[in-house]
């Protein structure tokens, strides 16, 4: 008898989440050009940051490269 009272939960739950009457319906072709555009606009961010970090190292002049910094002993 116990069993039977702790699968009653279980079985509202899952009845519960087979009912799709409130559930918003997206079409395949929706979903996939909202995915290919995220795919998109993620490789163009990283273009853009690739070029502007090698632009930031390529700009640099050898002069630099001679100073004494007190607070990068490395450099």
């Known amino acids: 008898m116990e069993s039977r009272v702790s699968l009653t939960p279980l ?7 087979m009912d799709c ?3 918003y319906r997206i079409d395949t ?3 996939v050009g909202v995915v290919a555009g995220d795919v998109v606009l993620t490789i163009i961010i990283m273009c853009v940051v690739y070029f502007c970090a090698r632009q930031k190292n390529k700009g640099g002049s050898s002069a630099d490269d001679n100073k004494v910094y007190m607070n990068m002993p490395n450099r």
């Open 11 to 17: 079985l509202l739950l899952l009845c519960a989440a």
């Open 21 to 23: 009457g409130n559930c």
């Open 29 to 31: 072709g929706t979903l």
